[in-house]
C-alpha cells in the first residue's frame, strides 16, 4: 500500500520530488490541486458580451427577389455571448478570446468573488482569436504570471479553468498533450497551438490553461470534436503570443501589428525532402517570395528551405509565422535555412507590412453613383489589411460601400476598368463614374475569375 500511494504522488508532482523516497507527512500523502486552485481561480473570471447586429435579408445575393423585397427593412438583433478570460495584471489587464468579445457594445466581467466590472477593448485580432481587455476602475486585482510557453513540454500537468456551458466556474485537468499544432483548430484561430487533454467545453473559451506552478502557459480557445463535447482533444493560445499582445496594448495599439514575411511556403514532406536532397523531412519551402520580404533583403530565395526561427524548428508556415509573430516590430530574428544543399544562418529583419507604393486611398462621398465605395493601390500593407497573399498590382475594393455591394462587389475584387477605360489609379474609377452614361460597366477580377458588373444609373 505504501509502495502504491509513493508511485501516485510521484506521477503528480514537480520533477523535483521526482526521487526515490517515502512520503515524509500527510501533506505529501493527501498531495491535490486544491491550494493551487485556490491561487489561480480568483484570477479567471466569466465575460458577458453583447453586440447589436443588423439582421440581413435572406434575398440580398439574388437578383431577382432583391428587387422585389427592395423595401424590406432590415432590423437590428442583439447577440449575446458568453465565454472566459484570464487577469493579467493588477490593474485589471485581461485577456480573452476575439470571438469572444470582438465588435462587442457591452462588456461585462464577473470575478469569482461576484464583483463585477465594466470592460473595454484594448486590441483584438480575429486570425490569431485574441483581445485584450481593460476593467474600469480597477485595481489590486487577483491575477497570473505568464510563463514562456517555449519552454513548455508533452506530457507536464496542467489544469483548464473557465465557465463551460454558463455553469459557473469549473476546473478540470490533463496533460500537454502536443506542441506546435497548426492548422488543426476550429473556429477563428489560425496558427500554433498547445493541445491538452484537459476537458474544455463551449464557454471555456478564453480561460485559463495553467501549470501545476499556476502560471498561465495558453488561453484555451477551441476543440477538435464531431458532437460537440470535449473528447480530449483542446487548443490553447500559448502564452509568448498572449504576452506579444500585452506589450502591444499597452503601447497604445487597437490592432495587433504582427511582422510581414513577404513569401508563400509549404511544409517539407518525406517526398519533397528526397526531391530537394534533405536527410530528413521538416522545414518550410520558400515557394514564392514578395521583392520587399524581408527575406528576399537577407539572401533567401524561392526554394530554399527554412528549418528553425531563433534556434527553434519550424515545419509549417503557421509555426514560421507564429515565431515571427512573437517578436516585436524592429528585432531581427536569427533564421537557420538550407540553400542548394548548404545550411546558411540569417539575420532577417522583423518589419510591418511596407506602404509602398503609397496605398492612395479614395472613397466615393455623398451623391457619388457609387458612394461610399472605397478603392486603393494594391501594396503589401494593403494585402495584410484585406488578409491577402502575393504580389498583385493594381486597384482594390477595399470596402464596396452599400451602392457597390448591390451592383456586385466585394471586398478584395481588383478593379480593371470602367466602360472599356483602363484603372491606373483610385481616383480614375470615381472620375470615369462622373463621365460614364446612364449604362455603366465594371471590369473587375475576383481571384483568378474576370467579372463583367453592368447597371444603369
Not at 490553447?236 to 501589428?257: E, K, M, T, W
Request: aromatic share 6%.
Amino acid at each position: 500500500m505504501l509502495l502504491r500511494v509513493f508511485l501516485i504522488l510521484t506521477m503528480f508532482a514537480a520533477p523535483a520530488w521526482a526521487e526515490t523516497r517515502v512520503p515524509q507527512s500527510n501533506a505529501e500523502i493527501s498531495l491535490s490541486f486544491v491550494p493551487l486552485v485556490k491561487e489561480a481561480a480568483p484570477a479567471v473570471v466569466n465575460i458577458y458580451a453583447r453586440r447589436v447586429v443588423q439582421q440581413r435579408s435572406p434575398f440580398a445575393d439574388d437578383p431577382f427577389f432583391n428587387n422585389l423585397f427592395r423595401d424590406f427593412q432590415s432590423r437590428p438583433r442583439v447577440q449575446n455571448s458568453l465565454g472566459s478570460g484570464v487577469i493579467l495584471s493588477d490593474d485589471g489587464i485581461v485577456v480573452s478570446n476575439y470571438h469572444v468579445v470582438g465588435m462587442a457594445t457591452d462588456i461585462r466581467v464577473v470575478l469569482n468573488d461576484r464583483r463585477e466590472f465594466v470592460a473595454d477593448v484594448m486590441l483584438g485580432d480575429e486570425e490569431a482569436d485574441l483581445a485584450i481587455l481593460k476593467l474600469r476602475d480597477a485595481s489590486d486585482m487577483p491575477h497570473l504570471s505568464l510563463r514562456d510557453s517555449d519552454t513548455v513540454e508533452v506530457g507536464e500537468l496542467v489544469l483548464a479553468i473557465g465557465n463551460p456551458f454558463g455553469v459557473g466556474q469549473t476546473v478540470s485537468s490533463g496533460i500537454v498533450s502536443g506542441l506546435a499544432r497548426s492548422g488543426t483548430a476550429t473556429g477563428n484561430a489560425r496558427g500554433y497551438f498547445i493541445q491538452t487533454d484537459a476537458p474544455i467545453n463551449p464557454g471555456n473559451s478564453g480561460g485559463a490553461l495553467i501549470d501545476i506552478n499556476g502560471d498561465l502557459i495558453g488561453v484555451n480557445t477551441s476543440i477538435l470534436t464531431r458532437s460537440g463535447g470535449s473528447n480530449g482533444i483542446g487548443f490553447a493560445i500559448p502564452s509568448a503570443l498572449v504576452a506579444s499582445f500585452v506589450d502591444q496594448a499597452r503601447a497604445g495599439q487597437n490592432q495587433f501589428n504582427r511582422p510581414w514575411a513577404g513569401m508563400t511556403g509549404q511544409p517539407v514532406d518525406a517526398d519533397l525532402s528526397d526531391s530537394l536532397g534533405l536527410n530528413l523531412p521538416g522545414g518550410v519551402l520558400i515557394a514564392d517570395l514578395h521583392p520587399q520580404s524581408p527575406f528576399a533583403v537577407a539572401g533567401l530565395v524561392p526554394g530554399d528551405v527554412v528549418l528553425s526561427v531563433d534556434g527553434l524548428q519550424v515545419n509549417t508556415p503557421a509555426e514560421m509565422l507564429f515565431r515571427m509573430s512573437v517578436r516585436r516590430i524592429g528585432d531581427k530574428a536569427q533564421v537557420s535555412y538550407v540553400s542548394r544543399g548548404t545550411e546558411k544562418q540569417a539575420a532577417v529583419a522583423m518589419i510591418s507590412p511596407p506602404e509602398v507604393p503609397a496605398r492612395d486611398q479614395v472613397t466615393l462621398g455623398r451623391r457619388e453613383v457609387l458612394e461610399g465605395l472605397s478603392l486603393a493601390r494594391i501594396n503589401p500593407a494593403v494585402l495584410a489589411e484585406l488578409g491577402l497573399s502575393g504580389d498583385g498590382q493594381g486597384i482594390i475594393v477595399m470596402t464596396p460601400g452599400r451602392s457597390g455591394a448591390k451592383i456586385g462587389l466585394k471586398k478584395g475584387d481588383v478593379v480593371l476598368g470602367v466602360n472599356g477605360r483602363e484603372i491606373t489609379s483610385p481616383s480614375d474609377v470615381g472620375d470615369l463614374l462622373r463621365k460614364s452614361g446612364r449604362r455603366v460597366r465594371i471590369d473587375a477580377l475576383r481571384g483568378n475569375r474576370r467579372l463583367t458588373l453592368k447597371f444603369r444609373i
